[in-house]
């Protein structure tokens, strides 16, 4: 080869090179594994999107997703920030399942009884354990239940609110921040229907949240051998065949919200309604349900 051709080849890769060095085509980096991917983004099975619109419901944040792929199927006002309620019950029940020893003893403490205003009037030195506890905390939204689980795994309440933030980081959940276990309002205390349909889809994943929170009632006994029966605050688990359980929450300040599941035709569902009213909760969740899960199987489902 001549050698003015060569000198010219030569000046050809060194320039290549350099425009690659500065930033011309670079490797692709490659994203890290333990980054969280939220529930909408996910892209797990191909969850398709209902061929009608989505019925009109009274709520003012609303989110409707595929429950095995985290697929939206609709939302409306879904990263608003407001109060949630008890729903956020379902970060502390994730939380206190991420603990484990889940058939400790929890010791109950006046404190624990420092809230209203649904509980189950647990008494100082009572015990038992947190899986007793839990089953009750998704079933009845007990607060004082909450109170007691919350300062067992976080040895005080401010202690376990930094659990729920760092659980809900790791999920995803941009648009949160807790400070309590039970959802009673307190100052600077938000969630949106996203970050909650996050948190649901989260446990909708663990055998042992989903068969608590389908149950529809179970008798709870205290130590003193008195007994009480438990109903669900979940009215949708007796009027719609194929719901099958998450979370109720009702304050003034949130009005009434509900993180509703089901199952029919090959296809799960979880819906997230925020700040509705007694009159229209109910209806419009089953509503929503209806909407995603009452159409024939497809083979991609």
């Not at 009109?56 to 109060?83: F, H, M, W």
């Not at 949130?254 to 599941?261: D, E, T, Y």
């Amino acid at each position: 080869m001549p050698r003015p051709l060569c000198a010219q080849l030569a000046a050809l890769c060194f320039t290549a090179a350099l425009v690659t060095s500065c930033g011309g085509a670079p490797p692709q980096r490659r994203q890290s594994a333990a980054t969280p991917v939220p529930a909408a983004q996910s892209s797990g099975s191909s969850a398709s999107v209902p061929p009608t619109p989505p019925p009109p419901v009274a709520g003012e944040s609303v989110i409707v997703i595929d429950a095995q792929s985290g697929r939206v199927l609709y939302a409306k006002n879904a990263d608003v920030p407001r109060p949630v309620a008890s729903t956020q019950k379902i970060i502390t029940a994730l939380c206190i399942l991420d603990a484990g020893d889940i058939d400790s003893t929890v010791t109950i403490e006046a404190s624990d009884g420092a809230c209203e205003p649904t509980k189950l009037e647990l008494k100082p030195g009572e015990h038992y354990s947190r899986r007793a506890l839990l089953k009750v905390l998704v079933v009845k939204s007990a607060n004082d239940v909450a109170r007691a689980l919350a300062r067992d795994v976080g040895g005080s309440q401010e202690g376990f609110a930094a659990l729920m933030n760092r659980k809900a980081a790791s999920l995803g959940m941009r648009n949160s921040n807790f400070t309590n276990p039970n959802g009673l309002p307190m100052a600077g205390q938000h969630s949106s229907a996203r970050d909650m349909a996050i948190a649901a889809r989260a446990a909708y994943r663990s055998p042992l949240f989903r068969s608590y929170s389908a149950t529809k009632a179970f008798t709870f006994q205290f130590n003193n051998g008195r007994t009480r029966e438990i109903e669900n605050t979940n009215h949708l688990l007796k009027s719609l065949p194929y719901c099958d359980g998450m979370k109720t929450g009702t304050t003034n300040q949130a009005g009434r919200c509900l993180v509703a599941s089901g199952s029919l035709n090959g296809r799960s569902a979880i819906t997230v309604i925020l700040k509705d009213s007694t009159a229209n909760i109910w209806k419009d969740s089953e509503k929503l349900l209806r909407w995603a899960l009452e159409r024939p199987a497809t083979a991609s489902n």
